[in-house]
């Protein structure tokens, strides 16, 4: 059933995808709101039940839902399972963005780059030229894979093992969400409310952030990829994503890094990977690392879901 559901949705995603912004995020902020606004008064521990019940509930529904539908039909359990993954993936949403920014970038137009870029990632890129347009462009593709591909597929496979039918996809995706927004609160004005939020999303990166490094490196130059994941993973400011990115561009065989400038301020960040200064030529690259890390993913659960059946 999960092969089933996940082939489906991605199917359904790639001929009818959703709006770009996925699920109403205004519908996601005024839901978050409602328990930051209730529970917030700058402990840890209201945090932690804040997101206890934010995340629990919605999970526990659907894990009874799942359960119901599969005891009557299991027809229709898997018909539950195919929405959520359609509505938590985010593979076209990925693909359409970086792929107007490439395209501006083979344009030659780097103002339009720029101006994609900073939308897609929340911060001014003008100052950026098309080199540095691609290799940030590059960054945050590898990210974003594994935030909105490769770990909603990681839990919701967990919860499918689990008997909590697709729950774990959507306890991924607010997870995600709450660290951003909780996570990111201001500790001066709003205490230790958010710290629960980053270290529990925390928690549930670790395992997808290295299931993803490790098959880049299976997909693409596996001796640099591992070397670099290495020796370079821990000199990003985010250890975590110092493991993708570190992983991602010596797959690649790709500098990624190094140094830019934001809101007129040259940013010293550490290099990743070996080989090539990044270029535009290279995004068509990543692109194709991303999808043969999906299809190697696909075909590894079609080989577990036969030996299962054979067995």
């Not at 599969?70 to 949403?93: N, W």
């Not at 911060?123 to 080199?131: D, F, K, T």
């Not at 130059?221 to 994941?229: H, I």
């Not at 692109?287 to 879901?305: A, C, H, P």
């Amino acid at each position: 059933m999960s092969l089933f559901s996940l082939i489906i949705a991605l199917l359904l995603e790639q001929w009818q995808p959703l709006a770009r912004t996925r699920l109403p995020l205004a519908r996601v902020q005024e839901y978050a709101d409602f328990f930051r606004f209730r529970f917030n008064a700058g402990k840890h521990h209201h945090g932690r039940l804040a997101w206890l019940v934010a995340v629990g509930s919605p999970a526990v529904v659907l894990t009874l839902a799942f359960t119901l539908l599969d005891a009557i039909h299991p027809l229709l359990a898997l018909i539950l399972s195919i929405a959520v993954s359609y509505l938590t993936l985010g593979l076209h949403q990925l693909n359409e963005r970086f792929g107007e920014l490439h395209q501006a970038l083979k344009d030659g137009d780097t103002s339009r780059a720029a101006s994609l870029l900073a939308l897609w990632r929340n911060m001014p890129s003008q100052q950026l030229n098309a080199n540095e347009l691609a290799r940030v462009a590059i960054e945050r593709a590898l990210l974003a894979s594994n935030q909105h591909v490769f770990g909603v597929i990681v839990w919701f496979l967990i919860g499918m093992l689990l008997g909590l039918g697709p729950s774990g996809a959507v306890v991924y995706r607010l997870s995600q969400y709450l660290d951003a927004h909780w996570g990111a609160l201001d500790d001066l004005d709003h205490g230790d409310f958010g710290v629960f939020a980053r270290r529990i999303h925390g928690w549930l990166e670790w395992l997808p952030v290295r299931l993803s490094a490790a098959t880049f490196a299976i997909v693409g130059n596996f001796e640099d990829a591992v070397y670099c994941w290495r020796t370079q993973a821990h000199t990003w400011a985010d250890p975590e994503q110092g493991i993708l990115l570190a992983s991602g561009a010596g797959a690649l065989g790709v500098r990624l890094g190094l140094a830019i400038s934001e809101d007129g301020v040259l940013l010293d960040r550490p290099e990743l990977g070996t080989g090539d200064e990044a270029a535009p030529d290279y995004m068509q690259s990543t692109t194709g690392l991303i999808w043969r890390t999906l299809v190697f993913w696909l075909i590894l659960l079609l080989l577990i879901t036969l030996a299962t059946l054979v067995g």
